[in-house]
């Protein structure tokens, strides 16, 4: 998927920030349908990630290392070759705004981060399987509300099996 910089006057890929839900499901072993299925979906996305600027931070990492699961190893090797966007001192004031706004919960290394980071960034998708914080769609109207506030861009907050049905769609 592509987006033009008009400054540059050239076509880019869209930036995804990948958050640890992703590399967590792309080793996943329970066995019930649903987890098969997203296991399943975010191999398929994974299978065209070069069709993006797939990116993650190191609060993406430090959750994955810090995690007891069978796919621990595999799961970091897996984002091994992603770059990691910047930890600017910027985002615990933004972390801060989310918090106070009740737009996401109040741990300073989960969900408020990867929704900053990826906001700050100007990522074009935050790719997640947490659809209770994150891709929620009962907060995307929040969540706009609030980055319109600060300034910031407001990423897509999908999952790996909403990006395949917008690949399909081109």
Not at 93 to 103: E, F, G, M, P
Request: glycine content about 4%; some cysteine.
């Amino acid at each position: 998927m592509l987006r033009f910089d008009v400054n540059k006057g050239q076509t880019l890929r869209k930036r995804v920030y990948v958050e640890t839900s992703i590399p967590s499901f792309y080793f996943e072993t329970r066995t019930a349908p649903d987890m098969v299925a997203r296991r399943n979906w975010t191999r398929e996305w994974w299978g065209m990630i070069d069709q993006f600027e797939a990116v993650t931070s190191e609060a993406v990492r430090y959750e994955l290392e810090r995690g007891m699961y069978p796919g621990k190893e595999k799961a970091l090797k897996l984002i091994a070759t992603l770059p990691d966007i910047e930890m600017d001192s910027e985002i615990q004031d933004i972390i801060t705004t989310y918090v106070s706004h009740q737009l996401m919960p109040a741990n300073p290394l989960g969900d408020a981060l990867h929704l900053a980071l990826a906001s700050y960034h100007s990522c074009d998708y935050l790719l997640t399987w947490n659809c209770q914080n994150i891709a929620n769609p009962n907060k995307f109207t929040h969540i706009r509300i609030i980055n319109t506030m600060l300034g910031l861009h407001v990423p897509e907050l999908v999952t790996p099996y909403q990006m395949l049905e917008k690949t399909n769609e081109i």
